[in-house]
């Protein structure tokens, strides 16, 4: 039975990632996976148009309201 | 603010398709695997002998396969929302948090911690502990999709919630009506047993391909019998719960219903159309038939639509024109009072810049009247509001007919299980074979069926996709597509050949 003593748990986790057979093909795709994804395309591709633009959630309301109400729906 | 560029609207919803289809191919065989591998283990646990141990080792090394290149794919639709959708995440921030939060929270402990001891744990936690590992890792997956399809079954049916008008936000009111919305617990219903499903035919289709090949025969059979009766309980549990999801839109998306089933001309007493070809060009209000031919279930759909064999169900023609003595209004009266809810937006703005607070007071009392209609106010014709009618017919029925296909598959299989002649049907095997890339097939239909239909809206009657997107460059939105579609294409190659390797090698390589 796994105890939550923290050595136990540490040797239980290093003991079973130094086991892994195709575990290991798996876990380099997902590390690339993830620096993919935050480190090129969330940095460069996918900046969070309302935080990146607007410094107060006020301003940023006040956006989205002019978006909703602009000229081009009033007609 | 300008015209919509609607360049930039289609490319943000071709790149929301192209992620989440993607994801959705790991999705399903995570939601059904993880309970063939629960099940599997409890016979190994209940029984001691050491061939199901080696055996829901081998699926558990696939389903971890699986569950590895799949991981994360579905936090590129979060980026997607603060880059292409960002009015849409700021309006919907204060519904989509609580659910979305619970879902990490789940995704985290019970997966995440779980998932370590059932590939760390079997030679170091005892057997009972190791079989609740896995049992919570089924359970705790399964749960994580209910959060998710809470926030989707919000879009459909947005309950439990008023519309902030000076800060542009729906604001949750009530949890446990946004939680137990009749949309959202018929979509989880649906998508979690039609997923067993799918986690069932991937372990037949694979389990037909050793009896083809004369190899593992006796892991197959054993796998195949499990995969069955999960199969055949999961296909039951979908043919009712798709019922029920059919009988939510009756009540809830008329027009979807409407689309997935061809009608455009409403009746008492609707006809069920079971096969049919739509006529091509078909326009709402052009006089057209709507079926070149077409095979039909008399009063079948008003059952489906109402449990009642006599109830009217409004057809296109109704929701778009409108039908006053079935009491349905035009889209064109909807248009006009949603015009007059942004107008008064646009006063409730105007006074909080101008700090009237009397004015903004009785323009928000105004807002209030006409704010259920806030959405059509964006439309520019009624016609808008159809849904493309073939995508979501073709989809509906080829989905129906794939799922009825699947229940006889698996009764067969058990049929011929029970009588030890499977390994000699050599074309039921072709079929199991085939059968994981049809259920896979169905699966991703069902969601054209569920978003195609509910087009134009991001949030039904409130919000249409073109006024949820960022007015950015579509050459942005271009370039992060062709990212993806590279990505994507990249990781599924790499899924599919360490798949293909491991099913090669065996059980004896895990």
């Known amino acids: ?75 | 603010m300008g015209e919509i560029d609607l360049a930039t609207v289609n490319w943000a919803r071709a790149q929301f398709i192209l992620t989440a289809m993607y994801h959705w191919l790991f999705v399903p065989i995570t939601l059904g695997l993880s309970f063939l591998c629960a099940f599997f283990e409890s016979i190994y646990v209940r029984t001691g002998k050491e061939e199901w141990k080696h055996l829901t080792k081998f699926w558990m090394t696939l389903f971890g396969i699986n569950f590895a290149i799949g991981v994360a794919t579905g936090i590129i639709m979060e980026f997607e929302f603060g880059t292409n959708w960002s009015s849409y995440s700021w309006m919907v921030g204060d519904i989509f948090g609580a659910p979305l939060a619970i879902e990490g929270i789940f995704a985290f402990f019970l997966e995440a911690t779980f998932f370590a001891v059932m590939f760390f744990g079997w030679e170091r936690t005892s057997k009972g502990f190791h079989l609740f590992s896995t049992w919570m890792v089924a359970i705790g997956s399964n749960l994580s999709a209910l959060w998710i399809l809470v926030a989707n079954g919000w879009m459909q049916y947005p309950v439990g919630m008023a519309f902030n008008p000076t800060s542009a936000r729906f604001e949750m009111q009530n949890f446990w009506e946004v939680l137990f919305s009749p949309v959202a617990m018929a979509k989880f219903t649906h998508t979690t047993s039609s997923s067993f499903v799918v986690g069932s035919l991937f372990v037949i289709t694979v389990s037909s391909y050793y009896l083809l090949k004369g190899r593992h025969v006796e892991m197959a059979k054993k796998s195949i019998i499990v995969a069955s009766v999960f199969g055949l309980i999961g296909s039951v549990f979908a043919a009712f719960t798709g019922d029920e999801s059919a009988y939510a839109n009756g009540h809830f998306q008329p027009m979807k219903m409407a689309a997935y089933e061809g009608l455009y001309e409403g009746s008492k007493g609707a006809d069920l159309v079971a096969m049919g070809i739509l006529t091509s060009g078909k326009k709402v209000g052009d006089g057209q038939p709507p079926f070149a031919f077409e095979v039909s279930i008399p009063k079948g759909l008003s059952l489906l639509a109402k449990r009642d064999f006599g109830a009217f169900v409004p057809g296109i023609k109704d929701l778009v024109y409108g039908n006053e003595a079935e009491g349905i209004m035009s889209v064109g009266d909807k248009m006009a009072k949603g015009k007059v809810a942004i107008a008064d937006l646009a006063l409730i703005q105007k006074a909080k810049k101008d700090g009237d607070e009397q004015a903004k007071t009785a323009a928000i009392e105004r807002f209030k009247v006409n704010q259920d209609y806030l959405g059509f106010g964006y439309l520019d014709t009624p016609e808008e509001a159809v849904p493309p009618v073939a995508s979501t017919y073709y989809s509906f029925h080829v989905m129906v007919y794939l799922g009825t296909f699947f229940l006889l598959l698996t009764l067969l299989f058990l049929y011929y299980s029970y009588k030890d002649t499977l390994a000699e049907k050599k074309w039921l095997l072709v079929l199991g074979f085939c059968s994981f890339f049809l259920a896979l097939t169905a699966s991703e239909l069902g969601w054209v069926v569920a978003e195609v239909g509910r087009q134009p809206w991001a949030i039904q009657d409130l919000l249409p996709v073109k006024m949820a997107t960022t007015q950015i460059a579509a050459g942005h939105v271009q370039a992060s597509f062709a990212i993806f579609f590279v990505l994507f294409a990249v990781l599924l190659l790499a899924e599919i050949k360490i798949m293909l390797k491991q099913i090669k090698i065996g059980p004896e390589g895990v």
């Not at chain 1, 935050?38 to 940023?60: E, G, H, M, W, Y």
Request: no cysteine; charged share 15%.
């Open chain 1, 1 to 75: 039975m796994l105890l939550p003593q923290p050595g136990k748990i540490y040797r239980f986790y290093r003991n079973g990632f130094k086991s892994m057979t195709v575990g290991k093909t798996l876990w380099k795709i997902i590390f690339i996976k993830l620096f993919i994804m935050f480190a090129v395309l969330k940095v460069f591709f996918f900046p969070d148009f309302l935080q990146t633009n607007f410094s107060t959630d006020q301003q940023r309301a006040d956006h989205v309201i002019e978006q909703l109400t602009g000229s081009a729906h009033l007609n």
